[in-house]
């Protein structure tokens, strides 16, 4: 598969999975489907349009494939008005469901914010951080308008932006040791989405810091 198309696939799966997380939190929240449905949007849609202001990439990805805002409103639709037998299962796992999802998203945009730095020529940590910022900033805003505190600021929480972090060290190396920018992404982003997992699943989490003296 190409790299062209490679990318495709993993916008559109982290588009898919993205909206999934924001819509799941919003009917934990008991909003209604236009609610569920801006929630999704923003979770889909934060973190890549910022990405794209700051690389100056017009039109922005979602400008560019309207489709992707009907599949979010038609995943909000088909989540809410599913049969009331499948809500006993789902309701009962909705926040693992959650952090699969949110994970998932996470991997997909964090490796292609990092790639689309590299192919304009940002050095490679600054790459890694706009590989950060598409990953999380779509969180961020769906846990502030859900009035949560974002997972990204979150005292002493399972590994978050750190795992993104991690998948971009990867990336960089993958590309440094001249592999192509598929399996660049493809490794960057199944790292960070198992280190969320497993950090999620064991409760790995940086160290607190030390209390200051008084």
Do not use: C
């Not at 590989?131 to 997972?151: E, H, K, Q, S």
């Amino acid at each position: 598969m190409s790299f062209a198309a490679l990318s495709r696939v993993f916008e559109i799966a982290a588009v898919i999975f993205a909206a999934l997380s924001g819509i799941v939190d919003a009917r934990r929240k008991n909003t209604d489907l236009v609610g569920a449905f801006v929630v999704g949007l923003l979770t889909a849609f934060g973190g890549g349009t910022l990405r794209d202001v700051l690389l100056e990439r017009r039109p922005l990805f979602w400008v560019a494939r309207p489709e992707y805002a009907v599949v979010v409103l038609a995943l909000a639709t088909v989540y809410f008005y599913a049969p009331r037998a499948l809500r006993p299962l789902r309701e009962r796992r909705v926040q693992a469901l959650a952090n699969v999802l949110d994970a998932v998203a996470l991997g997909l945009f964090g490796a292609l914010g990092t790639q689309m730095a590299l192919d304009q020529a940002i050095p490679p940590f600054v790459a890694i951080l706009f590989g950060v910022m598409t990953g999380t900033a779509g969180g961020v805003l769906r846990d502030i308008v859900l009035n949560d505190v974002p997972m990204l600021f979150r005292p002493v929480g399972p590994l978050y932006a750190t795992a993104v972090f991690a998948g971009g060290l990867a990336h960089i190396a993958v590309v440094a040791l001249g592999f192509s920018a598929s399996i660049a992404i493809t490794v960057a982003a199944l790292l960070a989405i198992a280190v969320r997992l497993v950090s999620v699943g064991l409760g790995l989490r940086l160290p607190p810091a030390k209390p200051l003296d008084d």
